[in-house]
């Protein structure tokens, strides 16, 4: 029977890698799920007694406390995630996991693989590659290693054979029917990994993250999963199969005190949200739920998610400036953005608000409208970032056509502890410029006194004491990322 390791592999403390990121350390000391490695531990546990999930980032492993567990394992098979800013490092763990094991298959996976296949494939350390979607891909993989047969039948693999390396045909991208028959990935975090390792900035804790549905239709030209990952086809579960993981979760996992929908944006389908809030109050569950969502949903939906249990939605609202989205398809205004905002708050949801500097057309005069925007809509809790241009993308396109990048190779995207840097720099509008704005919007939010309603407003709220931890928590990292350059 073969044996089947999966690693979320060491770089720096609390780095994400399972993002729509480039690859970082949030700075709200997030640690995210490796939720895709996780998928893919559901399905190849159904076919495979002997499979390990191992998330060596949230555990602190460093890269030979990592070697020694794979070489105990001993697999025959062994997939490693990847991610743009940690690629070499990543290459190198395989290379140094092959040196010790010769005989095992390596099989990398995650977004750069479908855009750098034959850079990977020229490592010695990585023998396969599953591009795009690759949880059904892997189960194909592992049964022709099992069975010693060929590689050229399965769709969606790069591969060396003979010193040549080979391209199959793209894989088709699964089906709601695939996604209702998988198991839950809740069942893999509950016997793989400690669900106390995971932080959302932006959740109760602990909580756990699922995906409800896959693939995005909307056309934001910055968005990295639906060019490198997992498509644009929108692909659902059931909200049937949805509330019998929350169910799941409720039962088996107690202690778990929210479901984050890790979802591109959660609210496809307003009659398919309905009916799962239906679903959820129904069964009187009461574990609390998020997700993302974007803001052009209609208040009467809004109120029943907060009726079913819905706690806070994550919304990326990019800019301030209308130009700006109009130049990103973001297909949403700013005053689109204050109706919704209004009602969000009407229906007693909380609101984590995303925002970005550094996108087509930005100035300093739409930088200081997207600061303004974010302080007149007062959200509970707000992210601002460097607009980063992802392989793949229109943005990255554009970006490097009209040589504005200053350098194309995206683990100069981070520094040293893993937060972002700027590579992106415009004539009237530098890099410097863009970090700038990011700091000076986050002390000007943060470090007001017109944040202080708001934080008491957020621990006034039903869950004000685990409201109290996860801020204390997140403002520590934000205070070490402000720091970072007093301190070199």
């Not at 040549?164 to 990935?185: A, Q």
């Not at 607009?387 to 229109?394: F, H, K, L, S």
């Not at 039903?462 to 409201?467: C, I, R």
């Amino acid at each position: 029977m073969l044996k089947i390791y999966l690693l979320n592999p060491p770089f720096l403390p609390n780095f994400v890698r399972c993002s729509r990121w480039q690859g970082v350390a949030a700075r709200g000391g997030c640690m995210f799920y490796p939720v895709w490695l996780a998928y893919a531990t559901c399905l190849l546990e159904q076919k495979c007694r002997e499979v390990r999930l191992v998330d060596a980032p949230a555990r602190g492993w460093d890269r030979e406390e990592t070697i020694e567990d794979v070489e105990r394992f001993s697999p025959d098979l062994l997939i490693i995630d990847c991610n743009f800013s940690s690629l070499s490092n990543d290459i190198n763990v395989a290379e140094l996991l092959k040196n010790r094991m010769s005989d095992v298959t390596i099989v990398m996976v995650g977004p750069p693989v479908s855009q750098y296949p034959d850079r990977i494939l020229g490592s010695d350390g990585v023998d396969i590659i599953a591009r795009y979607e690759y949880d059904l891909t892997l189960l194909d993989i592992a049964e022709a290693i099992e069975n010693k047969s060929d590689l050229d039948g399965i769709k969606g693999i790069s591969y060396k054979k003979d010193g040549n390396i080979f391209h199959t045909p793209d894989r088709e991208f699964t089906s709601s029917e695939d996604l209702d028959r998988m198991p839950f990935v809740s069942m893999v975090y509950k016997k793989h990994l400690n669900i106390k390792d995971y932080f959302l900035s932006h959740s109760l804790y602990p909580e756990v993250q699922v995906m409800a549905s896959r693939g995005c239709p909307n056309l934001c030209t910055f968005c990295s999963w639906p060019k490198t990952f997992m498509g644009r086809k929108y692909r659902a579960r059931s909200p049937k199969n949805i509330v019998d993981e929350m169910e799941y979760i409720q039962n088996k996992l107690p202690e778990v005190r929210e479901v984050f929908f890790e979802d591109d944006t959660f609210m496809i389908g307003r009659n398919r949200i309905r009916e799962f809030c239906t679903e959820v109050k129904r069964r009187n569950l009461s574990t609390s739920w998020s997700c993302q969502i974007r803001a052009d949903l209609d208040y009467e939906t809004l109120k029943m998610m907060k009726d079913a249990g819905c706690r806070l939605v994550d919304i990326g609202y990019e800019s301030g400036s209308d130009e700006i989205l109009r130049n990103i398809r973001k297909g949403v205004t700013t005053e689109q953005a204050r109706r919704f905002t209004a009602d969000v708050k009407r229906a007693g949801l909380m609101i984590m608000a995303d925002f970005v500097f550094g996108f087509p057309g930005e100035t300093r005069q739409t930088a200081k409208q997207t600061i303004r925007l974010a302080k007149d809509l007062k959200p509970n809790i707000v992210q601002f970032a460097v607009a980063i241009p992802i392989p793949g993308t229109e943005f990255y396109d554009w970006a490097k056509n009209s040589g504005f990048l200053i350098t194309d190779n995206l683990e100069e995207s981070i520094d040293e502890k893993g937060f972002q840097k700027c590579i992106i720099s415009y004539p009237e509008f530098t890099d410097e410029d863009i970090v700038k704005y990011v700091d000076k919007a986050l002390k000007e939010y943060y470090l007001s006194p017109s944040y202080i309603p708001i934080a008491l407003s957020n621990l006034l709220r039903k869950n004000g004491l685990s409201e109290l931890r996860v801020m204390i928590h997140s403002a520590r990292t934000l205070f070490e990322y402000l720091r970072r350059n007093k301190l070199h």
